[in-house]
């Protein structure tokens, strides 16, 4: 081997070994805590307050599509317990627990990313025993990754974290209830929002009206949607969802004002305030990716991403879909074979490609399919490996039969037809993508771009399914990001001296900007580093040194529902 070869695989060697023993010490923090901390009441200070994205519990049961919708509407009955009669975890263990996880899948990002790079410049028989480290090394990483998530069914705190999950979820929606359904609409202050007719597509409409219901419960305001003459359908939002109301559709005679200041005068006496597209100016404290102080202990206790499982609560309100919708989403999935386990696999093409984003071959999102079903089979036997397919690209499901005869294709090619540029503004186009995010939102897995919104919106919805589905996603181009959102930080965990200027030196504690978009590089690069920002400085670190800061808000407390 050529020294530069030598000299890569030691510095790797010593990436990884910190990274072992980081994890080591973690584990036996973890360890440790459990009998001396099983009682006590969680600290949501320091290290509690952080939460990584790529939590634990990567496959728990789940449901047939049948069931998940009427599961969405029917939230709570199935229940008789709360979570307060079962113990509970401290904070400190559910937060080492995911980081562990976070430790493992960061070093095997580092290995395989370097490691098939230093391949090309190798000699034959030196890169079949590189090939076969990768090989070794991917088998131990699903071996500890099955261990981690064996202990967390086996740490006698499932019950809870499953009952705390139905408690949170019922208690946002009681909440959403309650204010989309005033006693007195006339009298009740309103968030206003218009339908985007050729500023976006459908995927981009959903997230905003969303955001404006997220809006509407930060001001304590009925939200009001007027989407009639949509370009998808004169009859609006209604035509495929359950009304947003039952009491209150309408403005009536009062006039909105233009957004301004929550905390002005004029905002709190406007009867009515009309919210603008994307960003808010000012942007308030609330804005994403914000969760609210009064659920925050819980929220970060019992998920990976706090955020994502909070803006999916009011994704999964707003796309509750009317009976006709229903009808259909059921007697489509009986149609397709739609079975467990499944890995969603989101393609966009066609404009996404004009200026959103790059070409990505149907081999970059199978490599991430297959590691899926080699981590459940060592779970459970897995006798057909199924792919729901989502696409614009109506030639795209012949190519992935072709080269994937091992696996079986689910996906309807009507609705990529229908997704086409000249058909998608149409009844037809709106319920073909509707039957895309909800079906991608029942699978197992789902493996997309997350510059796209169909993936984000996806994986947001996934949340109200699962007790923690933070890391049920992989995207191949961007982390998730919020359009608009307030500024966002990492948290270093670990100091960091730069080895090259394309690097940034930091120590604990100090706060590192993190720009998510579709459109720039401070991203985790998937190969143990990601890109942010400290001072004046940009560059790049080891993923596993930082953490993401959760962002708190204060928000109404709703203390009135909670009791009814």
Known sequence: MEPRGKLILVIGTLFVGGTVLSLSLLFH?????????????????????????????????????????????TRGRQFNKTAEQY?????????????????????????????????????????????????????????????????????NYDKWRKQESEDLKELVKKRLHYLQNPENCSEAKKIVCNKYDHICGFSCNAHHVANCLLVAYATNRTFVFESKDWQYSVEGWESVFRPLSNTCTTIGDIKAIAWTDPSSPKFQEAGAVRMPPYTLNP??????????????????????FPFVWWFGQFMTYVMRPNDAM????????????????????????????????????????????????????????????RVYLATDDDNLLAEAEEKYTDYEFLSDTSISKAAALGSRYSVLGLKG???????????????????????????????????????YVHSIDSNYFFAGQNA??????????????????FQPGDLISVKHSNLDNYNNHWDGYSRG?????????????????????????YKEVDEM
């Open 29 to 73: 923090d973890a360890v440790d805590a459990l009998p001396h901390m099983r009682h006590a009441k969680a600290d949501y200070t320091g290290a509690g307050r952080l939460a990584h994205i790529d939590a634990n519990e990567r496959n728990p049961p789940v449901l047939q599509f049948e069931g998940n919708i009427t599961r969405r509407m």
């Open 87 to 155: 113990n509970h975890p401290p904070t400190e263990y559910e937060h080492i627990r995911r980081k562990i996880d976070n430790g493992v899948t960061e070093i095997w990002y580092y290995m395989s990313a370097h490691l098939n790079e230093l391949m090309e410049d190798l000699d034959n028989k030196t890169r079949n025993k590189v090939e076969r480290i990768l090989e070794n090394a991917g088998h131990q990483k699903r071996s500890i990754l099955t261990d981690i998530y064996n202990l967390s069914r086996h740490d």
């Open 283 to 304: 942007s308030p404290h609330f804005f994403p990716l914000a969760i609210p102080m009064d659920l925050s202990e819980r929220l970060i206790r019992i998920h990976g």
């Open 326 to 385: 229903a009808k259909e989403l059921e007697q489509t999935t009986l149609r397709l074979g739609f079975k467990h386990p499944i890995v969603g696999v989101h393609v966009r093409r066609t404009d996404k490609l004009l200026k959103e984003a790059k070409f990505h071959s149907i081999e970059e999102y199978m490599v991430h399919v297959e590691e899926f079903y080699l981590m459940r089979e060592r779970r459970e036997g897995v006798t057909v490996k």
């Open 433 to 471: 993508i509707v039957m895309d995010v909800n079906l991608l939102s029942q699978c197992d897995f789902i493996v997309c771009t997350m510059s796209s919104t169909v993936c984000r919106n996806s994986y947001a919805l996934m949340q109200d399914l699962h007790v923690d589905a933070s890391s």
């Open 488 to 505: 966002h930080h990492h948290v270093a965990i670990y100091p960091h001296e730069a080895q090259g200027p394309e690097e940034i030196s």
């Open 533 to 557: 920002g400290l001072g004046q400085m940009s560059g790049l670190y080891p993923s596993y040194k930082a953490e993401s800061k959760v962002e708190i808000a204060e928000m109404p407390n």
